[in-house]
């Protein structure tokens, strides 16, 4: 293999390399979003319509026939309401929507105790297993505060910074204003204390939502009207839209005013557009490897010429044209190989290195879940990128090899 062979490789391996390497990034971003979305939130929901209500959790049984079966079903509450923090004048006030959970079912989900702490520094270096523990103590604490007279709340750092308050002080709730009644909105008597933070790196959702038991909404917020709805868990969150359609169809023959929805149906354009994006950047690395391949057509062309000679005697002895077309082709699979391989090596390498070191540090709220550059790499997506390369060299392969089939036998010899 001549220099200008040995640079065609070093190009075929940048771009493979590249290609491994952002769809890696890609898979660990949607990894990451998922695992939040799907810890912070049910898999499947059912909300009431036309009057009509969900079915209890120990009711749910029979629509649910023999298929997929849900790992925890609890009831939930979604409440909007203006919070205040402790001291007039810092903070202002925040419009957040309470979410008014079954502390005591939810207590047993590590989905969703993977995002609360206690607020210390000491919690990240406390082992899993005892971080997840005092998670599901946190969690049981909504319903029982250590100050009686007070019902616990769960809210993320950032809306705790918004509202200036910390960890074991109290929260104002306020009501809205009445029809009639004026426009500010006035104080309740209960107080809500802030016993913890949760925190899923979806920055748009932690600062909007609050966690409350489901048992003291009614206290904090007495006669507000507020959406009652149930949700479901699995094993698998992807099966989600599965279950959902079978728990629709079931509550259709009951003719139960019934809605149900997935996750994945609830947040299906975010995902949609994390495809196109992965899908796109995956064409445009491509031209990465394609500008490498026009470097392969040059250096076989090149190969050509200086291999005149040859080529016309082995012609002139008796080899065939598919003969001479097999030379060449063997020559671009050998160049693609090479460059595949140490392209893969390569991009694996990268993916291991911003996996185990933190090299750029990222911003709160820009990779959900994580604090450095998700990486997870996806087997089918090196098998597309390793089919893609080799198919293009096998057609970089097409021009230098006609050209040398070409080739009449008195030119070489013209010359020998």
Not at 25 to 41: E, K
Not at 262 to 291: A, C, D, H, P, Y
């Amino acid at each position: 293999m001549s220099f200008i062979s040995w640079i065609a490789v070093g190009g075929v391996t940048l771009g493979v390399a590249a290609l491994v390497v952002a769809m890696s990034v890609m898979n660990g971003y949607q990894a990451n979003l998922i695992r939040a979305m799907a810890g912070a939130l049910p898999h499947v929901s059912l909300h009431a319509l036309l009057g009509d209500d969900v079915p209890e959790p120990d009711q749910l049984a029979p629509f649910l026939g023999e298929g997929l079966q849900p790992t925890s079903v609890s009831s939930y509450a979604l409440q909007d309401a203006l919070f205040s923090g402790p001291r007039p004048g810092e903070g202002g006030i925040q419009g957040v929507l309470v979410r008014a959970i079954d502390s005591r079912v939810e207590s047993t989900i590590p989905g969703l105790l993977a995002f609360l702490s206690d607020g210390t520094p000491a919690w990240q270096t406390l082992p899993p297993s005892e971080r997840l523990n005092r998670a599901g103590a946190l969690l049981r604490k909504l319903a029982r505060p250590e100050n009686q007279g007070t019902a616990g709340v769960l809210i993320s750092p950032g809306l705790a910074e918004k509202l200036k308050v910390r960890i074991g002080e109290n929260l104002i709730p306020l009501k809205f204003p009445k029809k009639g009644g004026g426009f500010s909105p006035t104080p309740s008597p209960q107080r809500v204390e802030v016993i913890g933070h949760f925190s899923t790196g979806i920055a748009s959702f932690d600062e909007l939502v609050v966690l409350m038991d489901i048992g003291r909404v009614e206290d904090v917020f007495p006669g507000e009207q507020r959406r009652v709805a149930l949700g479901l868990r699995l094993s698998d969150p992807l099966q989600a839209s599965t279950l959902a359609e079978s728990l629709r169809a079931a509550l259709r023959e009951a003719d139960r005013s019934v809605y149900v929805y997935s996750w994945l149906e609830q947040n299906r354009g975010l995902f949609q557009v994390i495809q196109v994006q992965k899908t796109m950047l995956f064409l445009v690395l491509m031209l990465i490897v394609l500008l490498a391949l026009f470097g392969m057509i040059s250096a076989m062309v090149m190969m050509v010429t200086e291999k005149t000679r040859e080529i016309t005697i082995l012609k002139a002895l008796g080899a065939r044209n598919r003969q001479i077309h097999r030379i060449f082709r063997l020559q671009g699979i050998m160049i693609g190989l090479m460059g595949t391989v140490l392209g893969l090596l390569l991009g694996l390498l990268a993916c291991w290195v911003l996996a185990a070191f933190p090299l750029f540090e990222i911003p709160p709220g820009v990779y959900p879940g994580s604090d450095h550059v998700p990486v997870e790499v996806a087997p089918l997506d090196l098998l597309w990128v390793v089919l893609a390369t080799f198919i293009a060299c096998l057609l970089a392969t097409l021009v230098p090899a006609r050209k040398a089939t070409a080739l009449e036998p008195v030119e070489g010899l013209r010359h020998v």
